[in-house]
């Protein structure tokens, strides 16, 4: 049983930071790739960022390169998100998920994902 549970969410106002965290219940944290999601309200879930088990690679979708990072700490079984330059766009429920590492994985894509936490909300004020 692989547990995730996110914290760190809130409101900010634009240009603000929040860093997520989502700590990992699982023995063998070190197989598995972490990527974090969101959904807004009315639309579809979109990919925010990814990180190997090692943390050596990440991929971040589009909207947040340059604003967001994503770390991960193995010792801790914990993975963080952190959000700069915060923008209204940015609001949505913020998702963690693991993925079991292996050669070829989509980290863009949510279905591979085998786990996910129950979110955390993100609110940025104008």
């Known amino acids: 049983q692989v547990q995730l549970v996110e914290s760190g969410g809130g409101l900010v106002q634009a240009g603000g930071s929040l860093r997520l965290s989502c700590a990992v219940s699982v023995r063998t944290f070190r197989c598995y790739a972490l990527g974090w999601f969101r959904q807004a309200p009315g639309k579809e879930r979109e990919f925010v960022a990814a990180i190997t088990w090692s943390g050596d690679s990440a991929y971040y979708g589009d909207s947040v390169k340059a604003r967001f990072t994503i770390s991960r700490d193995n010792a801790k079984n914990t993975v963080y998100l952190q959000m700069n330059s915060l923008k209204p766009d940015d609001t949505a429920v913020y998702y963690c998920?693991?993925?079991?590492?292996?050669?070829?994985?989509?980290?863009?894509?949510?279905?591979?994902?085998?786990?996910w936490g129950q979110g955390t909300q993100v609110t940025v004020s104008s």
């Open positions: 998920a693991a993925a079991r590492q292996r050669f070829g994985l989509n980290y863009y894509f949510s279905p591979e994902y085998n786990y």
